[in-house]
């Protein structure tokens, strides 16, 4: 018999979370969903109340209202309110505490109950996952920085949590050891099956670690989606820039279309006489050299060329950054480019804007 098609399992499933501070809202409305063995990531800026709501999905901050479940079983409405140990979530923060009179094989365990060679079973396990066999007898302070965050995760992971709440676990870590724990991280977070909720504020980390991203801001969830779609589709200007520097190019609609120093560009949806913003990341501006005060020739692709002048130029490793000041109205736009290119300053160059990568939004007032 065929199998009916059915919805992918919700582990998590949060809806209409609302907590006030001193009568104003903190998380305002904020509704999300994670299946077993997908990771979330709460993205937003500092104080936007991603802490808060992974508390209260924790159980150690109440809402105002709204309702939590795991897997189907009602955690927190109205005045049912589970503590922490009755909701099966596992938490790993960033000032993560190990307890340091006790060895990283005690510390993995404190979470566990059950006969001891199970226990010691489930321990041996996480630690060699966490590439740390044979450091089960050590202590925490004999331990690197990287070391401990792993030993955290072997703990938090150790009761076989249903969902696995991370609040920005990787900020206290220096660069090259976060990618790569990072990396083991997720591999044994998809290994286990948990649904994770991860609070982070850096975008490259929502966007590596992340399947799916809700982007906050002020309280509320403005956006949802694969990291390819919130990047690629943002809702509004400010998320399009909370990924990247933008270029903003304005302009005034007129029969759909909106003329600018590149030509035209297609501006559906927009009333006549509407103001609207044409958002562009750095890296879709093409560069073109000047040919005795003549650029490219327009192409549908790339509208046409506008010339501007060379204000500065930075080199950042992967990748080099030139501003302009363009010639028409000496707006300034950024153009980054793969590698070294560094002209300078005073030096004419054309600019072309690669259409399917640009965003028209209303123009903010
Ligand atoms: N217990 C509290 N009492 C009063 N205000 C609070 C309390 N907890 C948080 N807030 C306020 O709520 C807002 C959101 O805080 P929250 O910790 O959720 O932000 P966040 O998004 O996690 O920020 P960050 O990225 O800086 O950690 C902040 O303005 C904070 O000052
Ligand atoms: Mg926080």
Not at 133 to 143: A, I, M, N, V, W
Not at 168 to 174: H, I, K, Q, R, V
């Given at each position: 018999m065929p199998q009916p098609l059915t919805d992918p399992p919700v582990r998590l499933k949060v809806e209409h979370l609302t907590r006030a501070f001193g009568g104003s809202?903190?998380?305002?409305?904020v509704s999300l969903e994670v299946a077993p063995g997908q990771v979330t990531c709460l993205l937003g800026p500092s104080g936007c109340g991603k802490s808060t709501t992974l508390r209260m999905i924790a159980g150690v901050e109440r809402p105002d209202s709204g309702r939590i479940a795991i897997d189907g079983r009602i955690v927190c409405e109205g005045s049912l309110f589970l503590p922490p140990e009755a909701r099966s979530v596992g938490l790993m923060f960033?000032?993560?505490?190990?307890?340091?009179?006790?060895t990283v094989a005690q510390n993995v365990a404190f979470g566990l109950r059950g006969p001891r060679e199970e226990k010691m079973r489930r321990v041996d396990d996480l630690l060699e996952r966490v590439n740390l066999?044979?450091?089960?007898?050590?202590?925490?302070?004999?331990?690197s920085g990287g070391e401990q965050q792993r030993v955290a995760l072997a703990r938090a992971l150790a009761p076989r949590p249903r969902v696995m709440l991370m609040d920005?676990?990787?900020?206290?870590?220096?660069n090259r050891l976060r990618d790569g724990i990072r990396d083991t991280t997720l591999e044994i977070l998809k290994e286990e099956g948990a649904a994770v909720l991860l609070v982070t504020h850096e975008p490259d980390e929502a966007l590596r670690m992340g399947d799916e991203i809700a982007l906050m801001r002020a309280g509320r969830i403005v956006q949802r989606g694969s990291p390819y779609n919130v990047y690629n589709?943002?809702?509004d200007r400010a998320a399009a820039a909370f990924f990247s520097d933008v270029n903003v190019i304005r302009g005034v609609s007129r029969g759909a279309l909106t003329d600018t120093p590149f030509g035209e560009f297609l501006t559906p949806g927009h009333p006549d006489g509407a103001e609207v913003e044409i958002v562009i990341r750095p890296q879709h501006l093409k560069i073109d050299f000047d040919r005795g005060g003549r650029g490219p020739n327009p192409t549908p692709a790339d509208g046409a060329a506008a010339r501007g002048t060379v204000v500065r130029a930075r080199f950042l490793g992967r990748e080099s950054l030139v501003e302009f000041a363009m010639d028409g109205d000496g707006s300034r736009l950024t153009a980054s480019v793969p590698n070294v290119f560094l002209p300078r300053p005073g030096t004419a160059l054309w600019l072309m804007i690669r259409r399917d990568r640009c965003f028209v939004f209303a123009a903010r007032h």
């Open positions: 809202p903190v998380v305002n409305d960033q000032d993560f505490a190990l307890f340091p009179h006790l066999s044979g450091y089960g007898p050590k202590h925490p302070h004999q331990l920005e676990p990787f900020s206290g870590l220096d589709a943002p809702v």
